[in-house]
């Protein structure tokens, strides 16, 4: 939580008073009874003589709506100050007004409009020879530089700002930039110093009664607790904060509460609890428009749901988190994100690939079929010019081309024989029921195509669209050649697996009728040059395999036997 100064008042007695219950009550976190008591001491005023103080209280007015999520009422009020400060001559305020713009301009994610006005209040400051503001804006810069990635830099934004504050005796803003200091402390893995830091706030926080602070404290201690894997002590911090925001009837730390609860009980083996609290949280988020939370706590759903082996489950919050993450990314100048994004993806592979290997499990011959197809797909994809910042998605629409075959009985996968008309038509359904299954699952590229359409064929008489030359999804027609390709060199239930150098020849005849020439060219140059390393590292081992000759495997018969991989 971030103080934003206010700078000295002279009031009559009676205002004064009223003025200190104001604080008091913004200190336990009871904000609207703060503001009408700001509000109440505001229309008492002599503007005429006391525009200074009449400044100061519309910047503690617009500090409650920044706490409350209400940034316009929070700006109008910002406005207003700086309009009084302007035209008063009141160089600190004028400074001090500025700097609550700046934490607006820094909750809305637009961090270079926030540090430039931080530097300017910080400038302001040190004209008008006001210690604190000076302070106040290093604080405020040196949480700029966290979000940005850099720790260090912050750690001595918020060094120099302490040691004022210090001096100074500033009790609320030591103990609002303590508990700044102990996240750094944190994301640096300086636990310890995290939690000497933290303890400290916690007890300038009490003595002072500054409950809003207290809770901001223990909400961020659960997190080292957390990091830690200490969930004993971090369920004691998250029960502490919850305690005190119920006290405060404070609701705004309640979803960072609920995430913390949800990441507890996960990790104790609580995966019920844990969906509920995480759910809580995502409400909470959605309620407050608050995409940094529920980012988080969509991924953090995720890991809940992988744990319960729901696959479906998992990618949707994985998709979600990956969404707004992104959208974080496209306002605000978080370092962190796209780290958090590599995790994601990170993620999303490893339960595509899972997903794949269910799938497989029903075919005892077709182990490693998705991921052999996914690595020569994604080798011609690159060829054909796919950008690089699409292959990963690619590469899980490969790894899940064949998810649809969960539908199919085990009987007719390992048939060893034909397959009836009957079969085959059950058979050829995986390509929609591989769509049916991914509804609801919108990945950030979409596969679906690379699904439905990888049995079209170039002329038209593939399923399940009948779709021909480029009707046909350049996913789809990239997939096709690699999935041919893998199930012709390796061994089957119904045939054993035929030479590279023999599977390029049979596929050679059918480009144009089976295949997108182009791509076949592509492929075989690839294969011939030994310029895709992935088709070369993954090449199925066939050395003891013995060529055969084309008239004993006309490439109709062994199509027929090739689609069903």
């Not at 219950?21 to 009871?30: D, K, L, N, P």
């Not at 001595?156 to 700044?180: D, F, K, P, V």
């Not at 950008?387 to 990963?392: A, H, K, P, R, V």
Request: hydrophobic share 40%; net charge neutral; aromatic share 6%.
């Amino acid at each position: 939580m971030r103080a934003i100064p206010g700078g000295a008042v002279s009031l009559p007695p009676p205002l004064d008073a009223l003025l200190e219950e104001a604080r008091t009550s913004e200190r336990q976190g009871r904000r609207e009874v703060a503001r009408r008591r700001y509000e109440a001491v505001l229309h008492r005023l002599d503007h005429s003589s006391q525009g200074p103080t009449a400044a100061a209280l519309l910047r503690w007015i617009g500090r409650t709506y920044v706490d409350d999520a209400d940034l316009d009422a929070a700006l109008d009020c910002f406005q207003a100050a700086l309009a009084v400060a302007e035209a008063t001559g009141d160089l600190s305020g004028r400074a001090n007004t500025i700097n609550c713009i700046a934490a607006v301009f820094l909750r809305r994610g637009l961090l270079d409009r926030a540090e430039t006005s931080y530097l300017r209040a910080r400038a302001g400051a040190e004209a008008a020879g006001d210690a604190e503001l000076v302070a106040m804006t290093e604080h405020n810069l040196g949480t700029i530089a966290t979000i940005r990635g850099n720790l260090i830099g912050a750690l001595e934004h918020y060094r120099r700002s302490l040691e004022t504050y210090r001096a100074l005796g500033s009790s609320e803003r030591i103990a609002a930039l303590l508990n700044n200091l102990g996240m750094l402390y944190t994301d640096l893995g300086r636990w310890h110093e995290a939690g000497r830091t933290y303890a400290e706030a916690l007890h300038i926080a009490g003595v002072i009664g500054d409950m809003s602070t207290q809770i901001m404290v223990e909400v961020n201690r659960t997190e080292l607790w957390i990091a830690r894997r200490d969930f004993v002590r971090a369920r004691e911090s998250c029960d502490a904060a919850l305690e005190l925001a119920r006290q405060a009837g404070d609701e705004r730390p309640l979803g960072d509460i609920y995430k913390h609860y949800g990441v507890i009980f996960r990790e104790s083996g609580k995966l019920r609890l844990a969906d509920e609290h995480l759910a809580r949280a995502a409400r909470f988020a959605e309620e407050r428009e608050d995409m940094l939370l529920a980012a988080e706590t969509a991924r953090e759903q995720a890991e809940v749901h992988r744990r319960e082996e729901r696959n479906r489950d998992t990618l949707q919050c994985l998709n979600r988190a990956h969404r707004l993450f992104s959208e974080l990314r496209a306002q605000r100048d978080l370092a962190d994100v796209d780290r958090r994004v590599a995790r994601l993806e990170q993620t999303y592979l490893e339960i595509v690939c899972r997903w794949s290997e269910s799938i497989e499990s029903k075919d005892r011959y077709t182990k490693g079929h998705c991921e052999r197809v996914a690595d020569y797909a994604c080798a011609l994809a690159r060829a054909a010019g796919l950008e690089e910042s699409t292959l990963i998605w690619f590469r899980m629409g490969a790894l899940l081309h064949d998810v649809g075959k969960v539908v199919v009985p085990s009987e007719i996968l390992n048939k060893p024989g034909r397959l009836t008309d009957e079969e085959r038509r059950i058979m050829e359904r995986h390509t929609v029921a591989g769509v049916e299954l991914l509804a609801g699952i919108e990945f950030p590229w979409d596969i679906r195509p690379m699904l439905r359409h990888h049995h079209e064929r170039w002329d038209g008489t593939g399923y399940p669209d009948g779709l021909a030359g480029e009707e046909i999804p350049l996913a789809a027609r990239v997939l096709c050649v690699a999935d041919v390709y893998d199930a012709l060199t390796t061994r089957r239930s119904y045939r054993p697996a035929y030479p590279p150098e023999l599977a390029l020849e049979l596929m050679g005849d059918e480009a144009g009728h089976m295949f997108d020439p182009d791509l076949f060219r592509r492929f075989k140059v690839m294969w011939a040059a030994k310029e895709a390393r992935a088709l070369r590292a993954t090449a199925p081992l066939l050395a003891t395999t013995q060529k055969r000759g084309r008239s004993q495997a006309p490439f109709a018969a062994v199509y027929r036997s090739a689609a069903r991989a």
